[in-house]
């Protein structure tokens, strides 16, 4: 079982550049959701999923855009990499159906933006 | 909206001492919570969690929470700890009423715990 895989695992962007960090699950799960990890602040949550074709806002949304086309994929794509956004990013799923909350949380992709 | 506290960032210990790492959170609503631990490197994973019923929760390596409803809070503790218990530990909650988004957690910003030999 894969769970949630996230790709690349780390990466070093410019000033400017564009990127997307992949995510996929292969749960089945509805719920889909993305954080980043900065020293000191916890876990902040950028946008999530509850389910194709929806998608919202969470915490930290400001330079970020989200998709989700298919019940496996949502990837994150940065249009224009600031320092700032320098971050460790985790992509995380849940079942929408379960009451519980319990998040199942990638590797974690690292990201450098010089 | 939700929120957590965790009242230390770093909590150092002597191996087989006894531990408790603090959260308080805030909500107008009911709420689901949870310990995650994160090791080096590696993505979060579910420690133990509350739900209903007991307040007293506890995982299957040794860790135990208790719901305090009165206080808000929902403490972690260990009677013994083992240098493999070094990790960093988030405390979570989330609104427990069907109507809300399930799944959408809010974290603390984390306790690192170190446990020395």
């Known amino acids: 079982n894969a769970g949630v895989t996230q790709t690349p695992k780390f990466q070093v962007l410019k000033t400017g550049q564009s990127m997307t960090l992949q995510c996929a699950q292969d749960m089945n799960h509805e719920y889909m959701s993305w954080y980043r990890q900065d020293p000191g602040m916890g876990l902040r949550l950028i946008h999530y999923s509850v389910g194709a074709g929806i998608t919202d806002q969470g915490e930290v949304p400001n330079g970020y855009n989200v998709s989700r086309s298919t019940t496996e994929d949502f990837p994150l794509r940065l249009l224009s990499a600031a320092p700032s956004q320098t971050s460790v990013y985790f992509c995380?799923?849940?079942?929408?159906?379960?009451?519980?909350?319990?998040?199942?949380f990638g590797e974690g992709s690292r990201l450098t933006v010089l | 909206a939700q929120s957590v506290t965790q009242l230390d960032s770093q909590v150092p210990v002597f191996e087989e001492a006894p531990v408790e790492l603090r959260c308080n959170y805030s909500s107008s609503v009911s709420v689901y919570l949870f310990w995650y631990v994160q090791y080096p490197n590696q993505g979060l994973q579910l420690l133990l969690k509350?739900?209903?019923?007991?307040?007293l929760v506890k995982s299957i390596n040794g860790f135990e929470a208790e719901f305090n409803k009165s206080q808000t809070s929902f403490h972690l503790r260990k009677p013994s700890v083992h240098i493999s218990d070094t990790a960093e530990y988030f405390c979570a909650v989330t609104q427990s009423d069907r109507g809300s988004t399930l799944g959408r957690l809010y974290f603390g910003r984390g306790t690192q715990l170190t446990v020395w030999p």
């Open positions: 995380a799923s849940s079942r929408q159906g379960s009451n519980t909350g319990e998040l199942f």
């Open positions: 509350y739900l209903s019923g007991s307040t």
